[in-house]
């Protein structure tokens, strides 16, 4: 079967892959040229693929990554999986929605089924991306949602074994996309409707954003109550039944947990439905970044002004590169804005923008720990006694003050 994926970004790529391996004929199509150049050279930054695989697959004539829109064509399944970013005020960005479904309309001449594995709000795929496509295209196309489930890094859980989600607009569409995706998928679930599987991709992600708001504003109350909300989280855990654990953290980062809210709420309020807790938790979890720097001057007791700082791990995770929406970004800015001098050290990230990691420095007034990845030595901060708080997420112990 030939299949297309639009964007070969995190969820795209590993979509193609995963396809690819299954036999299939993948065209992994994206506009960025340098991109699409280090795939054909096997190299790649998503977490799950590697080099040999790659070349592998380009070789057997599985997967071809490429530029050329026009490779799309006669395409049976066309899998959408672009960004949907935030606006800078905010509000939902689907720009890269409709220029994907313009590329279809003008490209593809002959009927495929659409999927759409793009995170959005609940009615994109009937009244966006299938009104946007019949607008400029006579062609009878099949339509379904997939939502992605993509979760770089994590090492238990990849496509193959995390159950999928699905609907299509009719009856057609949807056992064609459920027997696409039980190639490569272990577990694929259908639902009523394209609505459903859309909503149940930003409920999951809104429920993640929620809790860690819960847990964050706890970390406050525990803060001034005088004992541990990191323990008393791990504490509460031991409870086999009724509790799920969520631990304070800096921030939220990557594509799902600081978007998805906002693509559920924003859709909500466009029905009257003022959907509050969601807008509470976002700018509960948007603000940590000024909280925790208010926090650090009240532990140590004096203005942040000319000290040096330095934080171990910047992208939003653990032991992934991924630097979108990361809340690191916010609290070095904060820390500046008060007159710290910072640095930060991350071997997996090396550059941004026109920052460069440096070594772990002794010559601190206060190391922060972030993103502990497995990658980071931290021998240069416990030989020379640095002193050091544990901000990051989770109940791990590194041998310094979980200060959240």
Known sequence: MKVSVIGQGYVGLTVAIGAAMAGHRVVGLDVNSTLIGDLVAGQSYVPGTNKNQILSLIEKELYTPTIDSNQINDSEIIVIAVPTPLTEEKKPDLSYIHNASELIATTVKKSALIINESTSFPGTLRKIIKISIEEKSEVKFLYAAAPERVDPGNHDWSIKNTPRVISGLTEEATNLAYKFYSTFCSSVHKVSSPEVAEASKLFENTFRQINIALANEFSEISNVLGFSANEAITAASTKPFGFMPFYP????????????????????????????????????????HKKIAFRLENYLGKSLKKLNIQLAGISYKPDVSDMRESPALDLISEL?????????????????????????????????????????????????????????SGPKQLGWYKFL
């Not at 594509?255 to 909500?268: A, E, G, M, N």
């Not at 466009?270 to 807790?277: D, I």
């Not at 007034?365 to 030989?383: C, E, K, M, Y």
């Open 336 to 392: 500046r804005s008060l007159g710290a001098n910072v640095s930060w050290h991350d071997p997996l990230v090396l550059k941004y923008k026109n920052e460069v990691s440096v070594p772990l420095s002794s010559n601190l007034d206060l190391g922060l720990v972030i993103s502990p990845h497995q990658a980071i030595d931290f021998t240069p901060w416990r030989n020379s006694g640095t002193h050091v708080l544990d901000l990051s």
């Open 249 to 288: 953290s800096i921030g939220v980062g990557g594509h799902c947990i600081p978007v998805d809210p906002t693509y559920l709420s924003f859709i909500s309020e466009s029905y009257g439905v003022n959907a509050k807790f969601i807008e509470l938790a976002n700018v509960t979890n948007r603000l940590m």
